[in-house]
């Protein structure tokens, strides 16, 4: 009788057991956590990091192994983490060898220390620089008191007026004024379903006046939850109202006087050390302007042209000729115009042929006018 084909010999049972216990070690086991969080992992790098720092030959190697580790630290894909390990390891293997009196090891670890003690002080001396260079920049934008004041509005309390504003108040005061904008719409907007709930409650009196049998909907109760945010919205706008009434402090008010007086003081100073003669952005400023309102109301055109050539900065061609006929001490005493073969007319031709031009067109308009005036006869 024939064996039944759902019947599997023992000895193929005992074959596959022994087949799966030696393929099973051959595969490829998956981990639920990540790599960085398995025993297996951090041990040895632990020890690897407590071996490098217990072998470098002196600080300077110490520190670069320390920030190597911090460095790589977050390293989180295997192939990136197991190249920085092996490089560890070479590295204490380097240093074991320099420990146990390689002298080519220690000569290299030698140099590698000084190359790294060169650097860490060329990170230093650049570090002061840009703190320097920025502390610099700090000093140019920082905020001085001009001796005004900032009253007080709904979105700030009284402020002494600093040039530039900091940054943080304007930030402050806008944000108020966004808040406040959104309030006002929100409380037209609960004002609004109240009025609508009002008239659907006035429809329904009406209903129920008329002799209509039905259950009033639109009762007191729907206006208490819009009653209590509009008052707190009314809340926060009287809030506002104190702060807008908020008085000036007599300490605010010493601080402001203090700043006018050393407004005065430095502008006191600034007068004195050009009466000295010496050249301040202010004096280099006013000399690119123009002369007093009075002065200039009554400068003719021609005058006014030549005004503003004199305050340029220039000493060569056209600016460097007026002011030398206009008897200006020029820096060089006049060798960039003798570089120039002394003479430089561009300018006296362009203002000549500006001059033509305007003679061109108001003698233009005045013809333009008689012919109007004829053909009008």
């Known amino acids: 009788m024939a064996a039944s084909p759902s019947i599997i010999p023992a000895s193929s049972l005992a074959f596959r057991a022994n087949l799966a216990k030696l393929i099973s070690p051959l595969r490829r086991v998956r981990p639920r956590v990540p790599f960085f969080q398995l025993t297996i992992h951090r041990l040895p790098t632990l020890a690897l990091y407590r071996n490098l720092l217990r072998y470098a030959p002196d600080n300077h190697i110490q520190t670069r192994m320390r920030f190597l580790f911090r460095k790589n630290q977050h390293l989180t894909g295997t192939e990136k983490t197991k190249r920085q390990l092996e490089k560890g390891y070479k590295f204490l293997a380097a240093f074991k060898r320099a420990h146990e009196g390689d002298e ?66 304007s930030k402050i005061i806008m944000a108020r004024k966004r808040v406040r904008d959104r309030r006002w719409a929100l409380r037209e907007q609960l004002i609004d ?127 460097g000729m007026m002011k030398q006929r206009m008897n200006f001490k020029l820096r060089d005493g006049g060798k960039g115009l003798a570089r120039e073969n002394s003479v430089d007319l561009e300018g006296e031709r362009l203002e000549a042929m500006q001059g033509l031009e305007k003679a061109f067109k108001v003698e233009q308009r005045r013809r333009q006018g008689e012919d109007y005036k004829t053909e009008s006869r």
């Open 104 to 169: 080519k090891q220690q000569l290299i670890l030698s140099r590698y220390s000084r190359l790294l003690a060169a650097k860490a002080e060329k990170h230093y001396w650049k570090g002061l620089v840009r703190a320097e260079v920025a502390w610099q920049e700090r000093l140019k934008s920082r905020p001085i008191l001009t001796g005004g004041l900032m009253k007080a509005t709904y979105f700030n309390p009284p402020l002494p007026r600093m040039k530039p504003q900091p940054m943080q108040i």
């Open 193 to 319: 379903h109240s009025n609508l709930i009002f008239e659907e409650q006035r429809f329904e009196q009406g209903l129920l006046g008329m002799g209509e049998n039905f259950e009033s909907v639109f009762d007191t109760q729907w206006q208490a939850p819009i009653k209590k945010s509009l008052d707190q919205l009314n809340t926060l706008n009287r809030r506002d109202i104190r702060r807008s009434e908020t008085p000036v402090s007599p300490e605010l008010e010493a601080t402001l006087l203090a700043a006018r007086r050393e407004k005065i003081a430095n502008k006191t100073r600034e007068r004195a050390r050009e009466r000295a003669g010496e050249v301040l952005p202010i004096t280099l400023e006013r000399q690119r302007g123009r002369p007093p309102g009075h002065i200039f109301s009554r400068m003719t055109p021609k005058q006014k042209h030549r005004d503003r050539v004199l305050r340029g900065v220039g000493e060569v061609g056209y600016v």
